[in-house]
């Protein structure tokens, strides 16, 4: 059971937008800053946004990343089959113990 | 070019012990902390630990605990992970992974490419 509540699946078509939710709590991403990673089949993760909205170089605008209070969401714009791939949200609690979300299987249709 | 390359995979009974290595090149190994994650087969991330390759300083899981140990040889810019009393729930790809500074949420930006341990009898 994880600490980060993800949504299990989420599905749009090729072009569409989506949106991934990240919910914790005041402990976790409510005092710390949340990343996103991005896993596609049989690959290591990827950094897909750090510090709650920052993009590392290389990866495209059509990601970005936005958190309020205790929740974080993973926007995704102009949807590609090759964005097909499980994603994580991961943040910190004052423990300085990693957290991450359960996943999200994003499918695009 | 930046990287973190990973000893093979490994094949262990119950009971028994792994360690596996993370080998870094293209930056300053002593500049970033390293984290391990594991992922169990079709299931999420699990965050196992983290070492600062600067100082030593290590924090774990919880419930890893007693069984986890991590170090560092800065004289080959490596990372080891090692997990005793090793049960079949163990079985997972292992992954290293380089943290970002604090001012930057200790995100992970670089990953080894996975080593798979599997636990069986």
């Known amino acids: 059971q994880s600490v980060l509540t993800q949504p299990p699946s989420v599905s749009a078509a090729p072009g569409q937008k989506v949106t991934i939710s990240c919910s914790g709590s005041?402990?976790?991403?409510?005092?710390?800053?949340v990343s996103w990673y991005q896993q596609l089949p049989g690959t290591a993760p990827k950094l897909l946004i750090y510090?709650?909205?920052k993009r590392p170089s290389g990866i495209p605008d059509r990601f970005s990343g936005s958190k309020s209070g205790t929740s974080a969401t993973l926007g995704i714009t102009g949807l590609q089959t090759g964005d097909e791939a499980d994603y994580y949200c991961?943040?910190?609690?004052?423990?300085?113990?990693?957290?991450f979300g359960g996943g999200t299987k994003l499918t695009v249709l | 070019q930046v990287q973190l390359v990973q000893s093979g995979a490994e094949v262990k009974k119950p009971g028994a012990s792994v360690k596996v290595s993370c080998k870094a090149s293209?930056?300053?190994?002593?500049?970033?902390?390293i984290s391990w994650v594991r992922q169990a087969p079709g299931q999420g991330l699990e965050w196992m630990g983290w070492?600062?390759?600067?100082?030593?300083?290590?924090n774990y899981a919880q419930k890893l605990q007693g069984r986890v140990t991590m170090t560092t040889d800065t004289s080959t810019s490596t990372a080891y992970m090692e997990l005793r009393s090793l049960r079949s729930d163990d079985t997972a790809v292992y992954y290293c992974?380089?943290?970002?500074?604090?001012?930057?949420?200790?995100?992970?930006?670089?990953w080894g490419q996975g080593t798979m341990v599997t636990v069986s009898s």
């Open positions: 293209g930056y300053t190994f002593t500049s970033y902390g």
């Open positions: 992974a380089r943290m970002l500074s604090p001012a930057k949420g200790y995100a992970f930006d670089i």
């Open positions: 991961g943040t910190w609690d004052s423990s300085l113990s990693a957290q």
């Open positions: 510090e709650n909205n």
């Open positions: 070492i600062s390759a600067y100082n030593g300083n290590t």
């Open positions: 005041s402990s976790n991403i409510g005092n710390n800053y």
